[in-house]
């Protein structure tokens, strides 16, 4: 089942599946989104309000409940990591532009060592990654993506695995309670259907044979 969505005011409009978070659908169509709290439903930061479709999406959750007044409710408020959309139709949501925030000193100090390190021969690079105790993530795919080396294709698509599987589980922690109990249910019937199912045996079909005279 795919909804029809429309994110203003950039003008984006996309289709997504049914059971998709408004945070989730407007990072796949380009839409930065604040999320102060880390998509832990505790601030109010990715709220966004609902101009049309309110009816598509899940109920309100505890977390909206606790972070937005109840006018802002009434006036179409939603928590963009907690509503998730569940019905067919078409909606439109107003999202507010994401700040320019000063970025901090250590920050600016970790970009400066990018820069330096990028300009580093191949041997220069492979060096500093053996001496250096901490090197950030972002650089090492740098360097495998600039090593000549066919090796290094198998451990980028370990890295990959990795981080889509740590990426699955980190959504998965994040949903709100109230959508985790819904889908332990459902996984909790499927199971027992399973079991039911395993439990039936098919009785053995006896061959009768006629006694001679």
């Not at 220069?124 to 993530?137: I, P």
């Not at 993506?145 to 599987?165: Q, R, V, Y």
């Not at 399973?194 to 005279?213: D, L, M, Q, Y």
Request: with cysteine; glycine share 6%.
């Amino acid at each position: 089942m795919e909804v029809e969505i429309k994110f203003e005011p950039a003008g984006q409009i996309g289709i997504v599946a049914a059971g998709t978070y408004l945070y989730d659908a407007a990072q796949r169509m380009g839409i930065e989104i604040e999320a102060e709290c880390g998509r832990q439903g505790e601030c109010d930061s990715c709220a966004v309000k609902i101009k049309e479709g309110r009816e598509l999406l899940s109920e309100i959750t505890k977390a909206e409940i606790e972070n937005l007044s109840e006018s802002q409710r009434n006036h179409g408020k939603r928590l963009s990591c907690q509503a998730r959309i569940e019905n067919q139709g078409e909606l439109v949501v107003m999202t507010t532009p994401k700040k320019e925030a000063e970025k901090p000193l250590a920050e600016k100090k970790v970009e400066e060592f990018h820069k330096e390190f990028a300009e580093l021969p191949l041997e220069k690079k492979v060096a500093n990654l053996l001496e250096l105790e901490a090197v950030t993530f972002s650089e090492t795919v740098s360097f495998v993506i600039n090593s000549p080396f066919m090796i290094f294709g198998k451990i980028m698509d370990i890295m990959a695995e990795f981080g889509l599987k740590l990426e699955d589980n980190d959504k998965k922690a994040k949903r709100p309670v109230e959508h985790k109990a819904k889908n332990n249910n459902s996984d909790e019937s499927k199971n027992k259907t399973k079991r039911t199912k395993t439990s039936v045996k098919t009785k053995p079909i006896e061959n009768s044979e006629g006694s001679s005279a």
